[in-house]
């Protein structure tokens, strides 16, 4: 199967021996971003960037990420024009807010938030500031193309399946968008014959890690300190990774100067 610029990112995920090839994805998208916002080539110097920082803003974990990366007079220079961006909208958005009536029994009932539907206009502009990111939409502009495009090699490409039969499965918030799209881009037949494989590596894999998990506690005791360790020195982070995504253990990603 000719290779083109999606299928080879992913076919190197997958060779790549990970507990998830897309998070392998994931993390190449989000450093790439980084990159370009931030690296040597100064794109958040370029007009066209910085009205979509100014627009779109960063996650929690990307504002990190950022710090991190080194770059303080890149990332300030983008905070600067994104915050004047940010207080006129918010200004604008206290202006418009009205305070409902409030009643004797409103104020005794408990406080529940619900914090994925705010009820005021002003707490879901707030919840909208906090949903977009300019790293996150990097790679989420992609992600639906490499599903669409595993699913594409998964039903053209021999040499893919096999990659996909041998590897070792995949986190579970991919496994659970694996499932979601499968059911939507294959046919019954097709399902028949990819659902079991991937409930088989998903199953397979688990379990590996948890016996893995299990011996790096059995280690901890004296009467196993001259046993060998096998794959359990660092299954803990992996472990992490298969249940929460992304790579706990990685070292901070810097700029190089």
Known sequence: MKETIYTIPLNDAFKADDECPFCYLEREAEQHAL???LGSGASYMEDDIRMETDK???????????????NRLGSGLILSTHLKKLNQEMTEQMKAFTSGKSTFM??????????????????????????????????HANYQRYLDTFFYMYKNSPEFV?????SKGFCL????????????????????????????????NMKRLEEEVTWFCDKQDYLNKDKDWG??????????????????????FKMNY
């Open 162 to 166: 096999e990659l996909f039969k041998k």
């Open 56 to 70: 779109i803003g960063f996650c929690r974990h990307h504002y990190k990420m950022m710090y991190d990366y080194g």
């Open 173 to 204: 918030h991919h496994f659970r968008d694996l499932v979601e799209v499968g059911e939507k881009k294959l046919n019954d037949k097709q399902k028949s014959e990819f659902f079991p494989v991937l409930f088989d590596l998903m199953e397979k």
């Open 231 to 252: 794959n359990s020195r660092d299954s803990v982070q992996r472990a992490m990774q298969k249940l929460g995504g992304g790579y706990p253990a990685d070292p901070v």
């Open 35 to 37: 990159e370009f916002i």
């Open 106 to 139: 409103g104020r005794l009932k408990k406080t529940e938030l619900n914090p994925d539907a705010p009820e005021t206009g002003l707490g879901q502009w707030i919840y909208q500031k906090e949903h977009t990111c300019y790293v996150c939409d990097h790679f």
